[in-house]
């Protein structure tokens, strides 16, 4: 089956830092979405983003579908900012679930 | 953004029990699906649903567990008998053109 890695695995930052996240995935997507999971454990939808580049905020992502990789940016961190980033990948040509990566544990200090 | 709530928030159950979760998902979503996250892992795919049927399921997804909409709007997943390692986070989610919506999740601990 499709596999999908994110990095770094933990990430610890000072509040007003930028950052970036990145999932790779090994092969075709149909779909892929980023998702914040909040320290109650809420799955919250940031991006839907199979190719191209969005922006909602202090946030933005970038996938980059032939070459497999998907990148979410975060500017000026906010404490809020903390909890786990995962990117979720639909495969394509069948299945209609995601294939879920690891996660970017990030942690945002005052 | 649309919401897909989830009830209880939280279940605690003792072991061989049958416990039964519940979704409300958006009015016109046609694909549910139900995940599971063990604690501090990532979210694994038990099941969709799509037209009243299984579409695809997991291989997590064995025959203790089972899914139906019984009323047309609710959707539910039941595990008949539950075990110790049956305690994770369930996440329902809903979709309509590629794009899935979380529901808030049941936390279930069984004892």
């Known amino acids: 089956g499709i596999q999908v890695e994110q990095s770094p695995p933990d990430l610890i930052l000072q509040e007003g830092a930028n950052s970036t996240l990145r999932c790779n995935f090994s092969?075709?997507?149909?779909?892929l979405q980023w998702f914040h999971q909040n320290p109650w454990g809420q799955l919250i939808n940031l991006f839907y983003i199979p190719s191209g580049t969005k922006q909602n905020g202090r946030l933005s992502a970038t996938t980059v579908a032939t070459e497999r990789y998907s990148l979410l940016y975060i500017s000026s961190s906010q404490t809020t900012d903390s909890g786990v980033y995962f990117c979720?990948?639909?495969?394509?040509?069948?299945?209609?679930?995601?294939?879920f990566g690891p996660g970017t544990r990030l942690s945002v200090l005052p | 953004e649309p919401e897909v709530t989830q009830t209880p928030s939280h279940q605690v159950t003792q072991m061989g029990q049958e416990v039964i979760l519940r979704c409300v998902p958006i009015?016109?979503?046609?694909?549910f699906y139900w995940y599971r996250q063990i604690l501090g892992q990532k979210v694994e795919f038990l099941v969709s649903?799509?037209?009243?049927?299984?579409?695809?399921k997991s291989e997590i997804f064995d025959d203790q567990f089972s899914v139906e909409r019984p009323d047309g709007s609710n959707f539910t997943l039941k595990i008949r008998s539950t075990k110790l390692e049956d305690s994770a986070m369930y996440f329902c989610?809903?979709?309509?053109?590629?794009?899935?919506?979380f529901g808030a999740g049941t936390r279930l601990s069984v004892l």
């Open positions: 979720a990948v639909e495969r394509d040509l069948g299945g209609q679930n995601f294939v």
């Open positions: 649903f799509y037209n009243n049927e299984i579409s695809e």
């Open positions: 009015s016109n979503h046609l694909y």
């Open positions: 092969d075709s997507v149909n779909n």
């Open positions: 989610a809903t979709g309509v053109k590629n794009i899935q919506y």
